[in-house]
């Protein structure tokens, strides 16, 4: 892999913790600023095309969790010009309280089916699809503080 190559890769892949820590952070400048102006994410919530759009991804997610925890882990791109695209697997957990009050995760497998463009100087997604490989949902304990 030739250097620049690799610097692209690590490029892409600062663009999926980028993502994740938006999500996490409800960040939803963050968020809408990793897709290309007329990006699009595809998820089981919804098609989301444009920054304006994306921007309400991250509160939405806020609104029906308390909190979420993505980790990024492996994703090879392929590079054809100023474009490229990858599979991005992730873990995402999403902690919510039921009227019981007992505290619960749902838990994905993930993996994101990236497509990318060069803007400017760097990377931006142009598309990510969402794919669901599994799910759980088991109690939690939580810390006091």
């Known amino acids: 892999m030739e250097s620049r190559e ?3 890769a690590l490029h892409l892949k600062r663009l999926a913790e980028n993502y994740a ?8 400048d963050l968020f809408a600023a990793q897709f290309t102006e007329d990006g699009a994410l595809e998820a089981p919530r919804g098609r989301f095309v444009g920054r304006e759009q994306l921007r309400g991804v991250p509160p939405m997610m806020r609104e029906r969790y308390r909190g979420t925890f993505h ?3 492996n994703q090879v791109p392929s590079f054809t010009g100023d ?3 990858a599979q991005t697997y992730c873990i995402a957990r999403h902690f919510f309280a039921e ?3 007992r505290h619960l ?13 060069r803007a400017g ?9 969402l794919v669901v490989d ?3 949902t088991f109690e939690i304990d939580v810390e006091k503080t």
């Open 83 to 85: 474009t490229a695209h």
């Open 99 to 101: 009227e019981a009050k």
């Open 71 to 73: 980790a990024v882990f």
């Open 21 to 28: 820590l938006a999500v996490d952070t409800a960040d939803a």
């Open 105 to 117: 995760c749902y838990e994905m497998t993930i993996r994101y089916l990236d497509e990318f463009a």
């Open 134 to 136: 599994a799910v759980r």
């Open 6 to 8: 690799l610097l692209d």
């Open 121 to 129: 100087s760097g990377w931006l997604f142009s598309r990510r699809q």
